[in-house]
């Protein structure tokens, strides 16, 4: 059975910084193969998805973070980082890490592996 467990969520203020990790419990040969991305959801909101890494390396972002996240993945160790800077009270929300055999913002949604979150929270 396959784990996804975050950490690195926290309190900070506006302006400030935070990073978050994601280790997948799975076969190292095998994590590269996996597209992988983190999402959010704030009280009252929808799920958003923030930034996802494909299995080739391509990269996107939602415009909300552009230029501000940093998505990153080290297939050697299994791990999904993002580096959260210019936080925004708006930010605020629980942060997921999600692998998927399929790259679109909406199949990480429906048919993604989730972990349990970590929050963070920006004043």
């Known amino acids: 059975h396959v784990q996804l467990v975050e950490s690195g969520g926290g309190s900070v203020q506006a302006g400030g910084s935070l990073h978050a990790s994601c280790v997948t419990s799975?076969?190292?040969?095998?994590?590269?193969?996996?597209?992988m991305a983190w999402f959010r959801q704030a009280p009252g909101k929808e799920r958003e998805g923030v930034a996802a890494?494909?299995?080739?390396?391509?990269?996107k972002y939602a415009d909300s973070v552009k230029g501000r996240f940093t998505i990153s993945r080290d297939n050697t160790r299994n791990t999904l980082a993002l580096q959260m800077d210019s936080l925004k009270p708006d930010d605020t929300a629980m942060y997921y890490c999600?692998?998927?055999?399929?790259?679109?913002?909406?199949?990480?949604?429906?048919?993604?592996?989730w972990g349990q979150g970590t929050q963070v929270t920006v004043s």
């Open positions: 799975q076969h190292s040969d095998t994590y590269g193969r996996w597209n």
């Open positions: 999600v692998r998927n055999l399929w790259s679109g913002w909406v199949t990480f949604s429906i048919f993604g592996h």
């Open positions: 890494v494909g299995s080739d390396g391509e990269i």
